[in-house]
């Protein structure tokens, strides 16, 4: 909720993430001229990811659930899927299935993150269910002057 980057989160993770169901999606279309490898890699990360939060995060140091939760990417891999489904055509997949693989990662994650900044009054103060999170939750290793609750900006996270 609060740890994720307001700015790199956004920008880097897609970018980044992209390589896995990318050579799934060539690998499965090469070979079987099967269109759903980005959407079964994806699926199959996402599972690894649950079962490593719960796992280690929540079962091992009881972290708060909503502090690690993966970032979901099953949107992107259906649209990159369909792309090549659609096109055949891998060209046209790295241009328009990427970008919309990066345009809709922010707006399919937004589901989960939208109600830890639901607004709320503490200590006199107006801060974010987020804010309160990460100010109240004290994480070994972490600078006091992240826990300091910023004032006034727009945030995008």
């Given at each position: 909720?609060?740890?994720?980057?307001r700015?790199?989160?956004?920008?880097?993770?897609?970018?980044?993430?992209?390589?896995?169901?990318a050579?799934?999606?060539?690998?499965?279309?090469e070979?079987?001229?099967q269109?759903?490898?980005?959407?079964v890699?994806?699926?199959?990360l996402l599972?690894?990811e649950?079962?490593?939060?719960y796992?280690?995060?929540?079962?091992w140091?009881?972290f708060?659930?909503?502090?690690?939760?993966?970032?979901?990417?099953?949107?992107?891999?259906?649209?990159?899927?369909?792309?090549?489904?659609?096109?055949g055509?891998?060209?046209?997949?790295?241009?328009?299935?990427?970008?919309?693989?990066?345009l809709?990662?922010?707006p399919?994650?937004?589901?989960?993150?939208?109600?830890?900044?639901?607004?709320?009054?503490?200590?006199?103060?107006?801060?974010s269910?987020?804010?309160?999170q990460?100010?109240?939750?004290?994480?070994?290793g972490?600078p006091e002057?992240?826990?300091?609750?910023?004032?006034?900006?727009?945030?995008t996270?």
């Amino acid at each position: 909720s609060d740890w994720k980057d307001r700015r790199l989160w956004v920008t880097v993770t897609p970018i980044v993430l992209i390589t896995f169901p990318a050579a799934v999606q060539a690998y499965l279309w090469e070979r079987f001229r099967q269109p759903w490898g980005a959407t079964v890699c994806v699926l199959g990360l996402l599972l690894g990811e649950w079962i490593n939060r719960y796992f280690n995060f929540w079962g091992w140091t009881y972290f708060p659930v909503n502090f690690v939760f993966p970032a979901i990417l099953t949107p992107g891999a259906i649209i990159l899927d369909c792309m090549l489904l659609l096109s055949g055509s891998y060209l046209f997949t790295a241009i328009i299935g990427a970008m919309g693989w990066g345009l809709i990662f922010y707006p399919g994650n937004w589901p989960i993150i939208a109600p830890l900044h639901v607004p709320v009054e503490y200590s006199g103060m107006l801060m974010s269910i987020a804010d309160i999170q990460g100010y109240n939750y004290v994480r070994t290793g972490t600078p006091e002057y992240i826990r300091m609750v910023e004032k006034g900006t727009l945030r995008t996270f």
